[in-house]
């Protein structure tokens, strides 16, 4: 044993788990009451310095058992905080504490550098680093990691966003923290271990290089997932496009083919009336002619691919007995590619259609769409009724009550995706007994 | 009172909007003031704005619906127009209009409760209410819907509406809050804007009446296509 250097004082540990607490609370502080951001901000850090200098006063023996209730007030004061559910919680819980261990050491590691000089055999007074310089440059170590962390943070964490790590992916995290931390802190429980550190200043350099690669592993682990979940909504939504379009090709298809059988049928009734005495079968022959007709109604709304996506979903709504009505300006659509009309209208119709089947009294089922300009822009408008309760997910979407769950949300997905490739914005609401689906597109694309 | 005009050719048609009307009445309790057109013709004939909701019949025989709808709209453009059809077609161009939806014949009397419970919150959000401003003794009385956007320079407060400008002491903050229910937006740390009046949106502006273009801060962007998506998808 060469020198004996002082650890960490309690307070500095506490501020370090605070300020690493308030860096992600500061990620969802727009999401959530303002009771909560402050009660969480206070009483973190009452919280937290009460747990360490609790702690510290507790013989070595329960070393372990005063770590876990650091990381319990972390977690507690992320809970209160952020409002989120436990797994995210204990993801943010993890990644607070390792990040916390590794700015109190990385600072420590330096002003015992700058401004502690050993005395041989003696543990040193660890009290000196407590003085007003070295205790500023210590927080100001914290300030400048944390500005830092946050801003890498703010892809992976933020209200707005849906929290992509779910409860499977908490194992990977869990062992890395683990692990980080036991071999963070193995040289200074014993010196009797191969991965223990037995000069001085070394052992600070072992735990901060080790909780630096551990906050580094957690933030990898985080990227890494959301590109998969990325990669596979992507793929999902592309899938849901490509049904939506090639739905609309056999739409097509089927009503020109109905088209021309509508005109075929009108022919001959003319050639057979001209042939007959008309007395007797005209009634018959009006009947006929109605029929025929209702098979040929049309939407003339100025794209011909909306009219083929108005006449398809309006064939089925008279099957099944929805009231439909269309208000449309289909000329605003001309900027638009014929793929990304059919996602938009085919999604809204196919999810106010699917709705309207849980409406049990068949008068109530309405389904209306409304496209018109709004000034420079385009609005769009799909309204439905709907009985029942609607349920929501845990990040505040829309929940379905098809039995494919996952697929379904993509509906409303394929709508936001292609709406803002137009720069648009899609907004679901419901009121009263109307679910209301509106889309802004402002037009500047659209324009062609 | 909500006055409502019904324009409708058929006999049998106009009792049964008037039963409905009657039941309409009864079940939410409201009052309107009813008056009857037997054709298109009559209502343009002289017509000036003192309608709230006008029920149009579409396939009428001297004036359709859609071409009295076209006249009434060059002097009245506040009124709620509903349409009432037996085929689709004709009532697909009602955007022209500024007519957002139809009733299909045979009426249902639900289809008709709730399209009449829509159009009278339009006519709600329509009748103007006025904000009362204190320029130094002065009092000017401005009616909200003529507001196009607030602006705050320094500790004061510009007005930029249709009629022309006007300047009070003040603070957005406080302007916002007493706006509070009338959709006003903050789209920076120095406009307040009337959604309704904006027409555009180009990358970080927002395009208002009168093709001002105003900055909206890039924190906000997000949460103002949403609120400004949310109201058209409510007003229209």
Redesign the interface.
């Known amino acids: 044993m060469v020198d004996v250097l002082p650890d960490i004082p309690r307070i500095l540990t506490a501020i370090a788990e605070w300020s690493a607490c308030v860096v992600y609370l500061s990620l969802y502080a727009r999401t959530v009451k303002l009771w909560r951001l402050l009660t969480s901000v206070f009483g973190g850090l009452a919280l937290l310095t009460a747990v360490q200098i609790i702690a510290g006063m507790l013989p070595v023996s329960l070393w372990i058992p005063g770590m876990i209730s650091a990381v319990a007030a972390i977690a507690l004061t992320l809970w209160v905080g952020t409002g989120c559910s436990p797994t995210q919680v204990a993801h943010l819980m993890l990644r607070a504490f390792i990040l916390a261990e590794f700015i109190a050491s990385l600072a420590w590691q330096l002003v015992v550098y700058f401004f502690y000089s050993p005395i041989p055999n003696d543990p040193g007074n660890p009290e000196s680093l407590l003085r007003p310089v070295p205790f500023t440059m210590q927080l100001v170590i914290y300030a400048i990691i944390l500005v830092i962390v946050r801003q890498l943070e703010t892809r992976n964490f933020s209200g707005d966003t849906p929290f992509v790590l779910e409860l499977r992916d908490l194992w990977t995290p869990f062992f890395i923290t683990i692990i980080t931390f036991t071999f963070s802190n193995l040289s200074f429980l014993t010196t009797a271990t191969p991965f223990s550190g037995r000069l001085g200043p070394e052992i600070f350099y072992i735990r901060t290089l080790v909780d630096l690669v551990g906050f580094a592993a957690l933030y990898a682990h985080h990227e890494r997932v959301s590109q998969i979940r990325t990669a596979l909504e992507l793929r999902s939504i592309q899938s849901s496009l490509n049904a939506q379009h090639s739905q609309y090709l056999q739409s097509k298809a089927d009503i020109e083919e109905i088209s021309r059988a509508h005109h075929d049928l009108k022919h001959q009734i003319a050639v057979i009336r001209a042939e007959l005495d008309p007395d007797s079968l005209a009634s018959h022959f009006e009947q006929l002619e109605a029929s025929i007709n209702d098979i040929g109604q049309h939407y003339h709304s100025g794209n011909a691919v909306l009219d083929v996506i108005l006449t398809a979903k309006g064939r089925t709504c008279t099957a099944r007995g929805i009231n439909f009505t269309v208000v449309a300006d289909g000329a605003l659509l001309t900027g638009m590619s014929s793929m990304d009309i059919a996602t938009l209208f085919g999604n809204a119709l196919d999810n106010a259609i699917e709705a309207s089947a849980f409406v049990t009294d068949p008068a109530q089922r309405m389904i209306q769409v409304l496209l018109r300009r709004q000034g420079e822009m385009v609005l769009i408008r799909v309204a439905n009724n709907f009985s029942g309760e609607i349920s929501r997910n845990e990040d505040g979407s829309l929940a379905t009550r098809k039995a494919d769950r996952v697929h379904h949300g993509f509906g409303v997905k394929s709508i936001r995706y292609t709406a803002r490739k137009y720069d648009g914005e899609v907004t679901t609401r419901f009121d009263g007994n109307r679910f209301i689906l509106t889309v802004l597109l402002p037009g500047t694309q659209l324009s062609a | 009172m909500v006055r409502i005009a019904i324009v409708e050719d058929d006999a049998v048609s106009r009792k049964l909007l008037l039963d409905y009307i009657a039941r309409y009445q009864r079940e939410h309790d409201v009052e309107f003031d009813v008056t009857v057109f037997e054709d298109g013709v009559q209502i343009v004939r002289g017509y000036k704005p003192r309608f709230d909701i006008i029920l149009l019949d579409i396939q009428m025989e001297h004036l359709d619906g859609m071409s009295a709808a076209q006249r009434i709209r060059r002097v009245d453009d506040q009124v709620v127009l509903l349409f009432i059809t037996s085929?689709?077609?004709y009532?697909?161009?009602?955007?022209?209009v500024d007519?957002?939806?139809?009733?299909?014949k045979p009426l249902?009397?639900?289809?008709f409760q709730?399209e009449l419970t829509r159009c009278l919150t339009l006519v709600e959000r329509n009748r103007g209410s006025s904000l009362l401003l204190q320029s130094g003794t002065e009092v000017i009385r401005l009616n909200i819907a003529d507001i196009v956007y607030i602006e705050s320079i320094k500790h004061r407060l510009t007005f930029h509406t249709l009629s022309g400008t006007y300047s009070i002491v003040g603070t957005l903050k406080d302007m916002d809050a007493q706006l509070e229910g009338h959709d006003f937006f903050r789209s920076n740390s120095c406009y307040l804007v009337n959604f309704a009046h904006?027409?555009?949106?180009?990358d970080q502006a927002c395009?208002m009446t009168g093709n001002v273009e105003l900055r909206i801060s890039r924190p906000r962007k997000?949460q103002f296509?949403?609120a400004?998506?949310?109201y058209?998808?409510?007003v229209?």
Do not use: D, N
Not at chain 2, 99 to 104: D, E
């Open positions: 085929s689709p077609q009532a697909i161009k009602g955007y022209e007519a957002s939806s139809y009733l299909l249902p009397w639900f289809a709730e904006v027409r555009g949106v180009r395009v997000k296509m949403t400004l998506t949310e058209f998808g409510a229209s």
